[in-house]
C-alpha cells in the first residue's frame, strides 16, 4: 500500500514538473518573441532620429553592409537609398564614458555631413552624464550639419580640452566621449566611403517599401 501510494505521489510530482516546464518554455517563447519585436522597434525609431525621411525611400532596417573598424570588429551600416542609390548611412559608434561604454546612432550623409546623433545607451550619472540624451536637452543636436573639417579635427574636443563643444558642470568626461565616439564615427566613415556609395540596393526591397508607404 505504501509503494502503490509513493508511486501515486510519484507521478502526480512528475505531471506537475511536466506542466510547469512546458509553461516555462511557451512563456520564454513569447518572451523571446516579444523581446526581438522591441529590439526591431527600437532600431526603426533610432535610425529614424539620425536619417531624414526626405533622403531615403528604403528600409533603412534591412538594406545593411557589414564594414570592419580599425579593430577588426563588425559594423553594421545601414544604408539611405532613393530610386536605388545610395544617399547617407548609420551605424553605431562608441567610447568609454564614466561608468561604461556610451553608444551613439550616428546618421552621416554622402558629403560626411552628420544628419543626426542619438545616444542609444549609457549608464552616466543621472542629472549630470544623463544630459547627452535628447530627452534631457539640446546639447546632442548640436552635431547636426557638422563634419570632419567643419570644425576643423583640432577642434573635435570638449572646450576644456582646447575644442569647441561645451562639457558638462561637474561631468567633463561624458561629453568628452561623445564627442570622441562621433569624430571617430565620421572618420570611419570617411575610411569606408567608397564601399558604402558602391552598395547596391535590392530594388524589390525598395519597391516593397514603397508600396507599404503608400495610402491604402
Known sequence: MSSQRTLIHGMILGAFCLGFGMLLVMTNGFTVDEIALRAIEDRQNSLAQVIPDSIHDNNLATDTLILKSDQGNEVVAYLATKEGKVTGVAFETSSPGYSGAIKVMLGVDLDGKIL???????????GLGDKIEVKK????????GLSIGNPPLDKWKVKKDGGQFDQFAGATITPRAVVKAIREGLQFFDANKTKIMEFKADKTQTKNTEADKAPK
Open 116 to 126: 543626426g546623433a542619438r545616444v542609444l545607451a549609457h549608464k552616466e550619472t543621472p
Open 137 to 144: 536637452g539640446d546639447w546632442i543636436l548640436r552635431f547636426t
